[in-house]
């Protein structure tokens, strides 16, 4: 299986304040991840972690500060400075498409449905008639079609308006699509509904997802690949099977803060992990979540730790982790959420 | 009753209005320029439904043909401003770049010197002819609405269904022309009838002044005549181009709050 | 299961919004009670009408919205026939309301201490900066001395949302209203709220209710569940009694959803 989208060292940095007094804001601070065909690959991370402009940059809506992108094996700066040919660039335009949080803000207000729809052909100049649009509907289960051609979006529920965000981004047949936090605006009994749609889809067409969420219980259904991010940069990366045995702090309290509904939940302790997530302009030396970590050191404030490999398709930014820890897993994890709990 | 609101008694007013100035050829019953030496100051009768003003020029009918001129001045002036805040506040707002920003400070110069003297004293430099007077007050209108339309233009570019339509790959031309402009639809119609008030009011003042085409009644040259008219009790020389003008402004403010009203996307 | 003392009975209520020049019901006929002492979440979608009675009760309803039939007993008292003033008594003094998001609630122009100040002296009650301390100790707050000197946008959002609960409690309400407190939140900051308002009702006698579309953070926290559907209130029962053998059909879809979505998360966490 191909790699259809390489990051490398990718970086954002925005600027905010006024004219004299400019603060960056690094949104994504070198970030590198593969995103291979056929997978679902999530990104989780919170409000602050950078994900959804990585989301953007990645669906090459926005351009990164630094570092590039590999997509369908073109390099993505040239696609930013418009150094390709208009049918390469028309190839890696049809084939990313992304579909967005909110579908409310996501549709024009302005337009049908049909016109919504039928934008895609018309940009990329394809032929099409009333069945295509009517197709695209009936794939994401707005039925029957016809009903739906001639509404705006106002006149549909939030699960039909993500719907037809979906039949937009389909439309082209692309090889990737980026689903930036899909399901968080939605009520629980439609986000379980999307998430058959999007699963049911991707196999029909072959698709291959980057799923960008901080739902981490609703992700876990579908995923296949993982990166955590946390402010910027990525913090533990691998397969699905990370859930099973984090190694990061962040990734074991972001797991443990899950509320699971359940008869007990009222009798059993909540956890959170203590102190705030650093706010967008704040600096933290070395690694990024050394304010809360558990297992904070010296080497923690002084130097940033690299991702890199501890097991079979795992990596991971901490100071703390190696190969040896999987030997004294559960030991390793307990005194994480022990010493947590004490200060909580 | 779901036809009778607010906004459509007031789209009837305008239309009441519109065929005012249009017909006001027939319903005049005088030409409103014809002075007569000796019917100076008439109050009201069935000859003169408002009197006379001191020429003996009739009330009545310089008022209707003084709403033509309004009319004339407002639609004109108006338009012609929102075309030019729109193609600028689209391109400073979506584009930015040189071009964009520099329109933009040339705005801000605009904003900062005091409009109404300007207008007057461009005016009076390019002689009161009624093109002249639409023009000029279109000119020094267009800076503050294309403010407006910027930074509505810079709002709506952050919403999703742009970046949807440049994922799709859509140029720029077409996210501005088909996914931004219809959006800010609504802000400019109601900017379009803020600002023929206010052109209204403008050309009335100018009129007042002795700034008005001669072969263009304005109801601000009656309300100059009613200055001195009212001394010797010639009331109705005052009062009905003042309600007149009244209207006009009344209108077309409260056509454009009416319009925002309705016209916002319903998201809900 | 023991009977409460009733602080708030809600009766009949029935509010429907003029959108434009139609009618549309928010909430139908919708009765429940609220002992002392006791946690209720009402639960809900989006348009269930849940918000909506929350708005009823602290009397905050939009101007579109007519509570066409019922009544809102507080302490025997008929909350919708009070006069504006008698209303903005028992607001803050003897019902609080608390969202999502508190910075967006504090007035980000006044120190934090002068938001308590002018807490006090809208209820004509005397400042006592003593107590404000006293409180943000007992909620955790780190160092209150400096956080009463400091502006709402300098806290952090966890100080926020402390100090914002702080305010609530101040002037030691008997009912306290939590109005979606931790939708759209991220789920460190979610679990951190729902320990918040733990900690709250242990260390304090308060009645509270929970407005919520999460039915992880209703079970964590409430005595009693509702669950609204289209305004009409389809469930009514302890947690377990929700999760475990639902009444409604409603809510068994409902129930199943959440199983469904949380089952990857249930088999790997701990």
């Not at chain 1, 049918?87 to 049908?112: A, M």
């Not at chain 1, 794939?139 to 529920?157: A, I, M, R």
């Not at chain 2, 009739?58 to 209707?64: G, L, Q």
Request: hydrophobic residues 45%; proline residues 5%.
């Amino acid at each position: 299986m191909g790699v259809l989208i390489e990051v490398n060292n990718v970086r954002k940095v925005y600027y905010i304040g006024s004219l004299l007094n400019r603060r960056p804001v690094k949104a994504v601070d070198g970030v590198s991840l593969k995103v291979e065909e056929g997978r679902t690959h999530c990104i989780v991370g919170e409000s602050g972690s950078g994900k959804s402009t990585l989301a953007r940059i990645m669906a090459l809506i926005e351009e990164p500060t630094a570092g590039s992108l590999n997509v369908f094996g073109v390099d993505s700066t040239k696609y930013f400075r418009r150094d390709l040919r208009s049918d390469e660039r028309n190839f890696i335009r049809k084939n990313i498409q992304i579909v967005f949080q909110d579908p409310y803000s996501s549709l024009n207000p302005r337009k049908k449905v049909r016109d919504i729809l039928a934008k895609p052909f018309k940009i990329h100049k394809i032929s099409y008639n009333e069945d295509d649009l009517k197709k695209l509907l009936d794939d994401v289960g707005l039925e029957p079609p016809e009903d739906y051609l001639d509404k705006y979006p106002h006149q549909l529920s939030g699960g039909e308006r993500q719907r037809v965000a979906i039949a937009r981004a389909l439309a082209l047949l692309p090889k990737v699509i980026i689903l930036d936090e899909p399901t968080a605006a939605l009520d629980m009994s439609i986000k379980a509904q999307i998430l058959d749609l999007l699963v049911k889809l991707k196999k029909q067409y072959n698709l291959t997802y980057v799923l960008i969420s901080h739902e981490v219980p609703i992700l876990t259904n579908i995923c296949d690949d993982v990166t955590v991010m946390y402010y910027g940069k990525v913090v533990e990366s691998g397969d699905c099977r990370i859930f099973k045995t984090p190694l990061h702090p962040y990734t074991i309290g972001l797991l443990n803060s899950v509320l699971i509904p359940s008869p007990e939940s009222k009798t059993r302790n909540i956890f959170a992990i203590p102190g705030d997530p650093p706010s967008s302009t704040s600096v933290v030396s070395g690694c990024a979540f050394n304010p809360r970590c558990p297992l904070t050191s010296e080497i923690c404030v002084k130097h940033e730790p690299e991702l890199r490999d501890v097991g079979i398709n795992h990596k991971v930014a901490c100071h703390k982790c190696d190969q040896g820890v999987f030997e004294r897993y559960e030991e390793y994890r307990d005194s994480i959420m022990r010493i947590w709990k004490e200060m909580l | 009753m779901r036809w009778l609101n607010s906004l459509t008694i007031c789209v009837a007013l305008t239309l009441l209005l519109g065929i005012v100035g249009l017909l006001a050829d027939l319903i005049a019953p005088y030409d409103p320029l014809n002075t007569r030496m000796f019917r100076g100051l008439q109050p009201p009768s069935n000859v003169n439904l408002m009197g006379t003003d001191q020429l003996g020029r009739d009330v009545f009918s310089w008022v209707i043909y003084g709403i033509r001129t309004s009319l004339l001045v407002g639609l004109s002036s108006a338009t012609i401003a929102v075309a030019i805040a729109v193609l600028i506040g689209l391109l400073s707002g979506y584009r930015g770049g040189i071009i964009g920003n520099t329109l933009m400070r040339v705005a801000d110069v605009f904003l900062s010197i005091p409009r109404f003297m300007l207008i007057i004293v461009t005016v009076v430099l390019l002689s009161p002819r009624i093109s002249n007077i639409i023009l000029v007050i279109a000119i020094f209108s267009w800076p503050e609405a294309a403010r407006v339309v910027r930074s509505e233009v810079l709002s709506i570019k952050e919403r999703e269904y742009v970046m949807a339509a440049k994922a799709l790959g859509s140029r720029d031309l077409d996210i501005m022309v088909s996914e931004i402009l219809p959006n800010v639809i609504p802000t400019i119609l109601s900017l379009w009838t803020l600002i023929i008030a206010d052109a209204i009011l403008t050309e009335s003042a100018l009129g007042f002044l002795g700034l008005s085409d001669l072969n263009y009644p304005s109801l601000g040259v009656m309300l100059m005549m009613a200055k001195n008219a009212i001394f010797v009790g010639g009331w109705w020389v005052l009062l009905f181009p003042s309600i007149a003008l009244v209207i006009l402004i009344l209108v077309f403010n409260s056509l454009s709050d009416k319009l925002i009203e309705r016209l916002s996307p319903r998201l809900g | 299961m023991i009977r409460l003392k009733p602080l708030l009975e809600v009766r009949e209520l029935t509010v429907v919004y003029k959108v434009r020049d139609t009618m549309k019901y928010a909430v139908k006929n919708v009765s429940f009670t609220l002992g002392e002492d006791e946690v209720l979440a009402i639960v809900g979608e989006s348009g269930s009408g849940k918000s909506t009675i929350a708005l009823s009760i602290v009397g905050a309803l939009p101007e579109n919205a007519v509570v066409v039939r019922g009544r809102i007993l507080f302490k025997g008292v008929d909350l919708l026939r009070l006069r504006p003033s008698e209303r903005r008594d028992i607001n803050g003094k003897e019902i609080s309301i608390i969202y999502q998001d508190p910075i967006a609630h504090l007035n980000p122009l006044r120190k934090v201490r002068l938001i308590f100040k002018d807490l006090f002296e809208d209820h004509g009650v005397e400042f006592n900066i003593q107590k404000v301390l006293e409180l943000l100790r007992k909620l955790k707050v780190p160092d209150p001395q400096r956080v009463l000197e400091s502006y709402p946008f300098q806290l952090s959002g966890g100080m926020a949302q402390r100090v914002f609960i702080a305010l609530a409690l101040v002037l030691n309400p008997k009912l306290l209203i939590a109005d979606e407190p931790t939708s759209a939140l991220d789920l460190t900051i979610q679990a951190q709220v729902v320990r918040l308002l733990r900690e709250v009702r242990e260390s304090f006698r308060i009645s509270m209710i929970i407005i919520t579309h999460d039915i992880g953070v209703a079970t964590s926290i409430a005595d009693r569940i509702l669950v609204m559907c289209d305004g009409e209130l389809v469930e009514e029962g302890s947690p377990e009694e929700v999760l475990l053998r639902p009444k409604s059909k409603y809510t068994a879809n409902l129930v199943n959803s959440t199983k469904t979505l949380y089952e990857g998360v249930m088999s790997w966490v701990y």
